[in-house]
């Protein structure tokens, strides 16, 4: 499949809300991202210019298992999605939420039964699953990285990388007082052409494209290579080729007012493999800041593991000991193409960014800096 990309980036539809809690309500607001891996979910509370987390779901799924082979979700896969989004159904009963997101990305998107699927998942759960398109979730991990901008940056790449897909966004906020830029970011969930406020510079999106490889299914495209390394290389190659039509791309002069945040387990895990971490900390890696030399260097030792060697490693586990070389080979592809050798580490993505548009078209989220 070709990238996905607008002939203009034009301001997208907003997801419909339940009702608006009353000014000063302690409403809970619930977030459910199902990727082409993981179900994933955040309940939380507004607290300040954010949010404060009251409970989290995590599980490996892989619901997009075959997809490339066969175009469909195989029975075994929407079983154990279902099984997750159970849970998910009775977290979201107990803490009593009533204001949620519930999306469906690229696996949902490419599957011809996806409809059957989410039908069964309303169902069988009484759940409401939306699937989003490229659009929406590019805008939704902007938004998520927005406290990560730095005050310096003119020019902002934000990478997610996923398991079906990798959306990046490029944003000129050089107009913005450099105070006022990660609030800038902030006011993208209204569109990627967000109307003017009068005397208010805004965050400009330069470009944006959806490459519909991630870790999930670039793996999946070179399973026939038995070497590592060569499978590695090619990997990343392959990745890259597809980001030729990217506007921006061709600005390869190095500055020190470029930004890049990429949100991934794969970043996650490469950062806490470059600290050394012995048991995952978000606080040290959320906001690290990774030099080129760095990530190549992890990126080394994990070659120099081989497969036995990354399943036995603790930082990496066992499930995503399949998945890091093919998301390593898109990381390290990125660094190859962008005016920068510093990478922002952000621990956080679509279900943060599906929150904080709830709440700031809410309006319960306060002023400030972020």
């Known amino acids: 499949m070709a990238p996905k990309r607008p002939k203009g980036a034009g301001a997208l539809e907003q997801p419909a809300l339940s009702p608006v809690p009353q000014s000063g309500s302690r409403e809970l607001y619930a977030a459910l991202d199902l990727g082409t891996n993981s179900c994933r979910m955040l309940i939380a509370q507004p607290k300040g210019t954010g949010f404060h987390v009251i409970d989290s779901f995590s599980k490996s799924v892989q619901l997009g298992a ?23 159904q009775q977290k979201l009963r107990q803490h009593k939420v009533r204001r949620m997101k519930l999306v469906a990305t690229e696996a949902c998107r490419r599957a011809v039964n996806a409809q059957e699927f989410i039908q069964r998942v309303h169902r069988e759960t009484g759940l409401r699953l939306d699937i989003i398109q490229p659009e929406e979730e590019a805008r939704l991990a902007v938004i998520s990285c927005a406290p990560l901008v730095n005050r310096k940056t003119q020019n902002l790449l934000v990478v997610d990388i ?15 007082p450099k105070n006022d830029r990660p609030q800038a970011i902030m006011r993208l969930h209204s569109g990627f052409n967000t109307a003017a406020v009068k005397n208010v510079p805004q965050a400009r999106v330069v470009d944006w494209i959806s490459v519909p490889l991630g870790v999930a299914t670039l793996r999946d495209q070179f399973n026939d290579v038995e070497d590592d390394a060569a499978r590695f290389a090619l990997m990343s190659w392959f990745f890259e080729e597809n980001l030729a039509d990217f506007a921006p791309y061709h600005d390869t002069k190095v500055h020190e007012k ?28 959320d906001g690290l800041r990774m030099s080129s030399e760095q990530i190549d260097k992890v990126i080394r030792s994990y070659l120099d593991m081989g497969p036995g060697g990354r399943r036995a490693d603790p930082r990496i ?24 050798d510093r990478l922002s580490v952000a621990d956080r993505g679509l279900r943060e960014g599906l929150l904080y548009a709830q709440m700031s078209a809410d309006g319960v989220l306060g002023d400030g800096v972020l």
């Open 66 to 88: 075959g997809l490339e082979r066969t175009g469909r979700l195989s029975r075994g896969s929407m079983a154990r999605t279902i099984q997750a989004l159970r849970i998910c």
């Open 162 to 176: 996923g398991g079906g897909s990798t959306e990046l966004v490029w944003i000129d906020i050089s107009k913005v």
């Open 258 to 285: 470029f930004q890049i945040v990429g949100t991934s387990g794969t970043v996650t895990t490469v950062a806490a493999s470059h600290l050394g971490l012995k048991r995952y900390d978000r606080t040290r890696v």
């Open 317 to 340: 586990g066992q499930d995503r000991q399949a998945l890091i070389m093919s998301g390593a080979a898109i990381l390290q592809a990125l660094m190859r193409c962008w005016p920068t």
